[in-house]
């Protein structure tokens, strides 16, 4: 049996808070991910008023 100290014991090895590990990779990741974002939006301000699409004009059986 355990007793109520080794149980305290176990109960704060398992509040520990893990360390966030300090690679470069999440943050080039990040940066990717924003500098993506903000061409596409500089693409969207840029094309987006002046863009239309219209429809095609109908296709008849003759026409086949």
Wanted: proline residues 6%; without cysteine.
């Amino acid at each position: 049996m355990t007793t109520a100290v080794q149980q305290i014991k176990a109960a704060r090895e398992h509040l520990k808070v893990a360390e966030a590990p300090s690679g470069v990779m999440g943050t080039l990741g990040a940066a990717a991910l924003a500098a993506t974002a903000a061409v596409l939006l500089a693409g969207v301000m840029i094309l987006g008023p002046g863009v239309a699409i219209e429809d095609p004009a109908p296709v008849t059986r003759a026409d086949l």
